[in-house]
């Protein structure tokens, strides 16, 4: 038993999928993906927690014609593990650290508010909008932008330059969109290099000043380390969060009464029950360096498994009547944050975002509905809409 990952109606509701596999074994061998995937909450909390799965990062190849892209991976936190990665997280850690996320929750939610007052004003003068071209999308590229400094008439740069590199983590990707990915790695690395260079001449109150700055004894971070950190939190920071509040909306009014049920109180859970619902990274791969078993199945020394988010976010072992939209759902072991020592540094500044989007439109568009054919993004990894049009009653 196994699935297509670029079948259409396997990418509508992968769900009804996971739940026949989970229900013959923990881990199944898909040929499409070339590598074994796990299904259960268990056996995919083993896979990132296990000290013998790593992240271990291979070059895109040809490796002349990644240059960029591959740059970016070899130096990031996310693509190393111990010692090099105790030795980011430490440092990139302490520069996080220093109280940003609290500093940005006002701009955030003040932030949140505008752009849910345009996505009104473009209602009320159209009849309906795109969700996600007005809130879903700018709001985490504004946050991440001011988290890092960047000067407002450069953020439009940001979005596009995201977009285009995390294709790379689709299967079957056709040339032009590789070759594409390069181009943006390259571009956003360049732009990175200048910016971390002014900061160093002129510091700012600002993650790229921190990073610059942050010292452990005599240790720093290289260039190249602090650019693909910045690229790093850009690119999950965006996509997750993008994700989260589209297909959390999308939910929630499909599903009205959890809607009507939105409230202050609720947010804290509300938002970690639309990261478990419809899980906006579906796949997470590990690396075995040392002979590993999980759930039964062996992986040897150098081949991969994955780990599947979605499924896991809808086990019954785990969470009671998990096909079920409850946003006051609690405990919520979800693991769209990750576990293990690579659970997302910007963990706690995404759960701002999400909340201060979900208390803006409920606050001043609580007669949202919507309106016409959602379209769906044609990938399976990352899981979202392309766009997602909105109207109110």
Known sequence: MTFDPTDAAFIADPYPVFARLRAVADVHENPALGLPVAVSHAACSAILRHRGLGRVWTDARPVEAFADFNLLHRNSLLENEPPTHTRLRRLVSAAFGRGHTERLRPWVESVAGELVARLASAI?????????????????????????????????????????????????????????AERAAGEFVAYLRDLAAHRRRNPGDD????????????????????????????????????????????????????????????????VEELIRYDAPLQLFERTAT?????????????????????????????????????????????????????????????????????RALAERLPGLRLAGGPVRRPEFVIRGWASLPVTVD
């Not at 795109?130 to 985490?140: I, M, S, T």
């Not at 969060?241 to 909306?249: A, E, K, L, P, Y």
């Open 290 to 358: 040392e002979p590993v078993e999980i759930a039964g199945h062996r992986v040897e020394p150098g081949t991969k498994i994955a780990a599947l988010l979605g499924a896991a976010a809808r086990d019954p072992e785990v969470f009671a009547d998990p096909d079920r939209l409850d946003i006051g759902r609690t405990p919520n072991a979800h693991l769209g944050f990750g576990a293990g020592i690579h659970y997302c540094v910007g963990a706690p500044l995404a759960r701002v975002e999400i909340a201060a989007a979900l």
């Open 207 to 270: 993650l790229i000043t921190d990073l610059v700055a942050v010292r452990d004894g005599s240790d720093r971070l290289s260039e190249d380390e602090l650019v693909a950190t910045a690229v790093l939190l850009l690119m999950a920071g965006h996509e997750a969060t993008v994700n989260v509040i589209g297909n959390g909306v999308h939910a929630l009014l499909t599903q009205r009464s959890e809607w009507e049920r939105l409230s202050p109180e609720l947010l804290p859970t509300a």
């Open 124 to 180: 009320a003068a159209d009849g309906s909008a795109d969700l996600l071209a007005h809130v879903a999308g700018p709001l985490p590229v504004e946050v991440i932008a001011e988290l890092l400094g960047v000067p407002a008439a450069d953020r439009g740069l940001l979005q596009p330059w995201s977009n285009a590199i995390v294709k790379m983590y689709e299967y079957g990707l056709p040339e032009e969109s590789a070759a594409a």
